[in-house]
């Protein structure tokens, strides 16, 4: 099954909406497989924005990232890269769909709430910046996955 790495960024942490944002991911059935709450370091966010490196943002990314806690998380699903980056909305939240995460919340490209990894490379990589892999439960079942097995 297909992974990717999410993360409530420092904005949506100070603005109290973690709830919020792991419910999208929720009600549309992908399964959390690995979640924790941390601050990145200057290390962990320039691994993670490799990317970017140079270009003209990148010093106040590194900034906002750094700036607070993240709620990291892993996340398994059908296509779920794609879904999950359908689900958060475009980069620029004033371009967004109506009813995507950054359409619903964020104001500004800066400060957009939520990361989603863009490709499945990209996930396995950021994952491994952010999880160990004993951190990961990998093999429990959902309710209804038990409840199908039993025959009811
Ligand atoms: P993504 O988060 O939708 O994948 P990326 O292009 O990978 O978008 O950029 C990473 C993050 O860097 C964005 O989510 C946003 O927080 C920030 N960012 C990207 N482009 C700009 C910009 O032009 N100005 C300010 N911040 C930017
Ligand atoms: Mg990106």
């Not at 992908?30 to 490196?53: D, W």
């Not at 689900?87 to 989603?116: C, L």
């Not at 396995?124 to 952010?130: G, K, N, T, V």
């Amino acid at each position: 099954m297909e992974r990717t790495f999410i993360a409530v960024k420092p904005d949506g942490v100070k603005r109290g909406l973690i709830g919020n944002i792991i419910e999208r991911f929720e009600r549309k059935g992908y399964k959390i497989i690995a979640m924790k709450m941390l601050q990145p370091t200057i290390e962990i966010a320039e691994k993670h924005y490799a990317e970017h490196k140079g270009k003209p943002f990148y010093n106040r990314l590194i900034n906002y990232i750094t700036s607070g806690p993240i709620v990291a998380m892993v996340v398994e699903g059908d296509n779920v890269v794609k879904g999950a980056r359908h689900i958060m909305g475009s980069t620029k939240p004033d371009e967004a769909e109506v009813g995507t995460i950054r359409a619903d919340y964020a104001q500004t490209m800066e400060y957009n709430v939520v990361h989603g990894s863009d490709c499945v490379e990209s996930a396995e990589r950021e994952i491994s910046i952010y999880f160990k892999p004993e951190e990961i439960c990998r093999d429990w079942k959902t309710t209804l996955d038990l409840i199908m097995e039993d025959g009811k």
